[in-house]
């Protein structure tokens, strides 16, 4: 049987057979991972304009059948998607372990790729998708879905007239929730049934290039909690709040990382930390501090842009406001602009057709993914990291 490394190596050297679509073409697209962000991303599409859902993959079993319950393809081997020439674009909604994998397959297959957050989850996993990216001349879209939204449009009309903000040298970001005792933040402990069994799962496609380890369904259901196939609150939170402003801003990849946390709380075998800070020096002379924790919900989620002329402060709603000891007559600003919740996919969808570009393209959640790679690494030494650009490595 065709090993999986092997089927990646060929589709590589293909030529790709998707095509870009006219304004009113109908976009057909495949799902890669349909448990319940990949069921999210399908309603998205389903809202959207002229496109549809053909095909779902999925290693497990239980998804696979509600798939054929919408009366779509389903497929327990991807590649088996990725065969069919009609389907235009693939939706990546796989463990961010998985995600070079599918992604680099979906490209060499000539299709255009939505691929959720954090785009790669190594640095090696990052260039390697570059590579594939930059042979392929297909759009792709990282789902970091803030980038469409009307707080993006609002925060850009602040930052247009630089008078407003100054110089900007600070960003302060906190993300803190909570939740009830029993109910431990991406535990899905109510998913491991018997259902959940080696019958039903391929355990050798979810380990992927992960190391190698006996049966878990425990592993499988809950992947959030471990660092083999997660970046835990950096990779599922941080990295929504950075690549806000990293786009806003045009920032680059940061000079130096240092995170600093732990497993304080949720003493449930998970690995990645549940409380943390973090520190990102950017090229740019902007310090980004990032706090975060699940055991408590003050302050909340928000983000502070700091400039010796004026602040914006972005959480539910987004707001400029002057700092009056530098710009007495300044006056303060609120968003108004609004957006679906599908916007993001829509997005990417008139992008494949050529009417658009995408919101938070490749280079964006390319950079993303290496700040919070960073972080990782400065938390797994324990020491602050920095970003060789010549050699493009963590040192």
């Not at 999210?40 to 079993?61: P, Q």
């Not at 939505?114 to 297909?138: D, I, P």
């Amino acid at each position: 049987m065709e090993s999986r490394r092997n089927f990646i190596g060929q589709v590589a050297t293909g030529v790709a057979s998707g095509t870009f679509l006219s304004a009113g073409d109908r976009v057909r697209a495949g799902l890669i991972g349909f448990g319940g962000r990949g069921g999210e991303l399908a309603n998205h599409l389903r809202a959207s304009t002229h496109a549809e859902l053909v095909a779902v993959s999925d290693i497990y079993t239980p998804h696979l059948e509600r798939a054929q319950s919408l009366g779509v393809a389903a497929h327990s081997d991807y590649r088996r998607l990725l065969d069919d020439r009609s389907i235009d674009a693939v939706i990546i909604a796989t463990p961010q372990h998985l995600h070079a994998e599918h992604f680099c397959a979906a490209l060499s297959a000539g299709k255009h790729v939505y691929v959720e957050r954090t785009m790669a989850f190594t640095v090696e996993q990052a260039k390697r998708m570059r590579a594939a990216f930059q042979n392929s001349g297909r759009i792709v879209q990282v789902g970091h879905q803030a980038c469409s939204s009307g707080q993006m449009d609002d925060a850009l009309h602040f930052l247009s007239d630089r008078r407003r903000m100054g110089r900007i040298t600070a960003i302060r970001m906190d993300h803190f929730r909570n939740s009830p005792a029993a109910k431990p933040p991406w535990s899905r402990s109510s998913r491991l049934t018997p259902e959940a069994n080696a019958r039903n799962i391929d355990w050798q496609a979810f380990l992927g290039d992960a190391p190698a380890r006996d049966f878990d369904a425990r592993r499988f259901v809950n992947w959030r909690l471990y660092s083999d196939y997660s970046g835990g609150g950096v990779y599922e939170n941080m990295s929504q709040q950075i690549c806000f402003w990293f786009k806003a801003l045009d920032l680059r990849i940061p000079r130096a990382a240092f995170m600093s946390g732990g497993v304080l709380l949720w003493k449930d075998g998970r690995e990645v930390p549940d409380t943390m800070v973090v520190a990102l020096e950017q090229p740019e002379n902007i310090l980004i501090s990032w706090s975060s924790g699940f055991g408590n919900n003050h302050p909340g989620i928000a983000e502070q842009v700091l400039g010796d002329q004026g602040t914006i402060s972005r959480g539910n709603q987004i707001r400029y406001l002057p700092q009056k000891v530098n710009r007495p007559d300044g006056n303060e600003m609120a968003g108004r602009r609004t957006s679906l919740p599908h916007a993001h996919m829509q997005n990417f969808l008139d992008a494949i057709r050529g009417t658009a570009k995408p919101s938070c393209p490749f280079d964006l959640g390319y950079r993303v993914s290496i700040a919070c790679r960073m972080a990782l690494e400065s938390h797994r030494l324990q020491r602050a990291v920095r970003w060789d650009e010549t050699k493009e490595e963590i040192v």
